[in-house]
């Protein structure tokens, strides 16, 4: 792989993409940027945070111009270990078309005939080893492990003629998707805004509240009718953060007989 200029490269603010542009591995770009950088609507780039992966760029939204905001969505984020709100250095790269990608399922499957569909399934995607990338099959969400790509090239862009191996489960087991995210969620930007506040924000950076010398949030109630996203909200939250979840029912642990929810 070929860099274009090792000097193009920028720091952008990453935030939330928008919902239909969630799993296909595009990011949209602060369109003043693109003009000062020369970037194209299709060009690749990479995208540096803890790690490294690629993305398509697509030009960014009118209210985004000038704000240096780079939108990629959850699975993207994931990939290169950053959350909302933190920083991405982004420059363009050229790429080569990816001959033979190795695939490893994070579940067990069986799918006759997958490889020779996975082609016309992620045909203009760019991956590269590490890469966590979805797939919907028959109605499921299936996170698959990129293992090896050739050319081993840091990315490659998939198409038509491109060559794919399914393999097994790795026996250590995968990291898996992360199955919500902040696009999944409709209707609750304030809602979200203050959650991330309260919550996302102790546990991603707790030295914050050491500093200006306040105590974090301890607990945060969510009320309302059922069906309002409550526990999607906090299953978000939770994956947002690499933070365990557990839901548990009332009826699990209460009882109306004396002595027996204190049993449970």
Known sequence: MKNNNNNDKVTLKV?????????????LMDPMVMEDLSLSTGDVV???????????????QSEDYGKRLIRIDGYTRNNIGIGIDDSVTVRKVIVKYAE??????????????????LPDLLEGRVVTKGDMIPLNIMGRRIGFAVTST????AASLINSDTEFIVGSVPKAGAKGLPRISYE???????EVQKVREMIELPLRHPEIFERIGIEAPKGVLLHGPPGTGKTLLAK???NETNANFYSIGGPEIMSKFYGESEER
Request: aromatic residues 4%; without cysteine.
């Open 150 to 153: 050739s050319p081993s090239d």
């Open 236 to 238: 978000a939250v939770a």
């Open 15 to 27: 935030a939330e993409t928008n919902p239909r542009f969630v799993g296909r591995g595009m990011a």
């Open 100 to 117: 033979q990608v190795v695939l490893a399922p994070t579940e067990e499957l069986n799918i006759v005939g997958l490889e020779e569909h």
């Open 184 to 190: 999944d969620i409709g209707g609750l930007k304030n």
């Open 46 to 60: 990479e995208l540096t945070g803890k790690k490294k992966s690629y993305a398509l760029l697509w030009s960014g």
